[in-house]
């Protein structure tokens, strides 16, 4: 058997997905900028793909635009914010993907925007007086804040941080990459810049997002060129990718509360098990909380010899779990937002399991097995 809990990194695609993507590689095929009857089509297409996603997040199509991906998006989100809102500080957090820290750095660096980092208590949560403090503190912010955390599972209350950001008039921008598909969104009501998704993490086909851009937000061009994307972003539209996005979300948000209830039990059956099971067990960040993403839990295990080969030793068993975020060249470094809540233990092996509606209680118990042994064999250093 070989079992897959690394939803947090990649998501099978459904085969709904692919079934709704097929005709779009095949019979429809046509560049949508061409005028002829087979770029109406395939244009149709993508601006029906664009009217769904909209119509679930109770938004305006215009207010969606379509990206490669997570990272891009964030980056959009982050030049538009600096280049074009006149942002002169950028509050983010330790804990943030690397497409939105590293973004922040560079343009720190290049741009001279001062940058700040908000505080985080041991668990990860956000110090919202702190981020009050900062807003007042400095010149006009851009916050980015991701709503849920891909490898320890914190919640962002939203909605407070809108509001506090609306209050100081900063560009809110938050990150839900993993947490779109997941939960509903009402940005009718929610007072916010930018968000944003990434396919493939809702069963999705990989290389393809979207950024919502609300109107009130100021953009000017990523990429120049044919003036797709309403001028935002020049190229050829990933026509299936957009294709299968839609269908992705359409199928999450249909089943959205019965997806929660399957993969909660799912998470907290695990995290039950492996309390019991393996004394001393560590559950990092809020990833033990019922109110955490309940598609992420990040354990640390006692101290072994094998810490550093435990992630190998349950590959081997057919268990496909991960040490942090996936990392673009397959090494496991120390993870930054372990270490950035001081949860970085050496000799101490950090797990993250991460579920799906696709995953079952018959795997899950395959990879406790696993885990057990392979941990509880592992020797005990101390
Ligand atoms: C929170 C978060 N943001 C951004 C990304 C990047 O998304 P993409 O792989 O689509 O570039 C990821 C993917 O790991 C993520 O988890």
Redesign the pocket.
């Known amino acids: 058997m070989n079992v897959y809990l690394d939803n ?3 998501t099978p695609m459904d085969k709904e997905v692919v079934q709704a993507m097929l005709p779009y590689m095949t019979d429809f095929f046509g560049n949508p900028s061409s005028s002829h009857a087979f770029g109406r089509k395939t244009k149709t297409a993508i601006e029906l793909s664009r009217r769904t996603i909209a119509n679930l997040l109770k938004c305006s199509p215009s207010e969606i635009y379509f990206t ?7 980056n959009l989100a982050m030049h538009a914010a600096v280049n074009d809102m006149g942002c002169v500080h950028i509050i983010t957090s330790a804990i ?5 820290i590293k973004t922040a750095q560079l343009m720190s660096e290049r741009k001279g925007v001062k940058l700040s980092l908000v505080k985080l208590d041991e668990r990860g949560t956000v110090d919202l007086g702190h981020l009050e403090e900062l807003l007042v503190a400095n010149g006009k912010s851009f916050v980015s804040l ?1 709503h ?3 490898e320890i599972a914190n919640l962002l209350p939203l909605q407070d941080v809108a509001d506090l950001c609306a209050k100081y008039e900063a560009v809110f921008h938050s ?4 947490t779109m598909g997941h939960y509903a969104f009402d940005l009718s009501k929610l007072n916010i810049h930018f968000l ?1 998704a ?4 809702f069963h999705g086909p ?4 979207f950024i919502y851009i609300s109107k009130k937000s100021k953009v000017s061009a990523e990429i120049t060129g044919g003036g797709q994307e309403r001028g935002l972003r020049g190229g050829t539209e990933n026509l299936t990718g957009i294709v299968g996005m839609a269908k992705a979300l359409d199928l999450c948000y249909t089943h959205l509360a019965e997806h929660q209830v399957y993969i909660s039990n799912l998470k907290q059956y695990t995290a039950a098990q492996l309390e019991a099971a393996v004394p001393d067990i560590l559950f990092n960040g809020d990833s033990r909380s019922v109110d955490s993403l309940y598609t992420v839990l990040n354990v640390t295990f006692p101290p072994t010899k094998n810490a550093d080969m435990l992630l190998f030793l349950l590959d081997l068993e057919g268990v496909a779990c991960s040490g942090g ?2 990392c673009s060249s397959g090494a496991t470094k120390g993870s930054h937002v372990l270490d950035a809540i001081g949860a970085l233990r050496a000799g101490q092996a950090s797990i993250r399991f991460s579920f799906s509606r696709l995953n079952t209680k018959e795997e899950v118990d395959f990879a406790l097995e696993k885990v057990k042994s392979t941990c509880l064999q592992a020797e005990t250093v101390g």
Not at 68 to 74: F, I, L, N, V, Y
Not at 96 to 100: M, N, P, Q, R, T
């Open positions: 947090a990194a990649t490669s991906g997570g990272t891009e998006a964030d943030e993907h690397s497409a939105v991701m849920g955390n891909n990150d839900t990459v993993q944003n990434s396919a493939h993490k990989k290389g393809v997002g975020s996936a």
